[in-house]
């Protein structure tokens, strides 16, 4: 079976600090990975997407990155953390292809609070 | 017009009642449908998916899709408290790798 990991679990992070997440994707091969940001009370908004190792797409202009240097490993970076950026970053993978199937699974998430 | 629609709640229904979510999305194109459950703290969790039209049953729940009306639905029968959550509505295009959510919609089911 898959399994999805993220870590860490939870980050608190002062202001102009780096940050790097990672997520890895046990039990599947060439998935599609995904990242979004939730801000308290709101819904999922997609940050970053990919569909092979070192193909990213970009949804939202900000000063985040992401990376994927192994099929199943994705990252999500910054060099320079903004109060904006907090909130709940979940992970989440599905099967590869453009098909009106699959559905996504989600990882346990990072909680990351900047001060 | 967001793309994906969902009354923010929060929907209250005593224990044993059903409790009807809905959903309605703008994309015509949209072939994949999903109904996510997120618990308060925790990451969300696929509970159904639909993508015929007509209704779709899985144990207490029940998926319904519109795709003329663009319309669909989430019915969770014998409501429990421990159904007290948000429910994500997705939806997803034939073609192209994103899938939409919306807001959810906040369910507490009183015991």
């Known amino acids: 079976s898959q399994t999805i990991h993220q870590w860490p679990a939870t980050l608190v992070q002062p202001v102009g600090s780096p940050l790097s997440l990672e997520c890895t994707v046990e039990g599947t091969s060439n998935p599609n990975l995904y990242w979004y940001r939730q801000a308290a009370g709101r819904g999922l908004q997609l940050l970053f997407y990919?569909?092979?190792?070192?193909?990213i797409s970009s949804e939202v202009p900000q000063n985040l990155s992401a990376s994927r240097p192994q099929d199943r490993q994705f990252i999500l970076s910054s060099k320079k953390l903004l109060l904006s950026d907090s909130g709940f970053y979940l992970c989440?993978?599905?099967?590869?292809?453009?098909?009106?199937?699959?559905?996504?699974?989600f990882g346990p998430g990072t909680r990351l609070t900047v001060t | 017009q967001k793309e994906v629609e969902q009354n923010s709640g929060p929907l209250s229904v005593p224990e044993g009642a059903i409790a009807s979510l809905n959903c309605t999305y703008s994309d015509r194109g949209s072939q994949s449908f999903f109904w996510y459950r997120q618990y308060s703290g925790k990451s969300p969790e696929l509970i159904m998916s639909?993508?015929?039209?007509g209704d779709k049953e899985d144990g207490r729940f029940t998926a319904q899709l519109n795709k003329a009306s663009q319309y669909v639905s989430l019915l969770i029968r014998d409501s429990q408290p421990s159904d007290s959550a948000t429910y994500l509505c997705a939806v997803k295009r034939g073609g192209g790798f994103k899938t939409i959510f919306g807001a959810g919609t906040r369910l507490f089911v009183k015991a």
């Open positions: 990919s569909v092979g190792i070192g193909q």
């Open positions: 989440a993978w599905r099967t590869s292809g453009t098909s009106g199937v699959g559905e996504q699974y």
């Open positions: 639909i993508y015929s039209n």
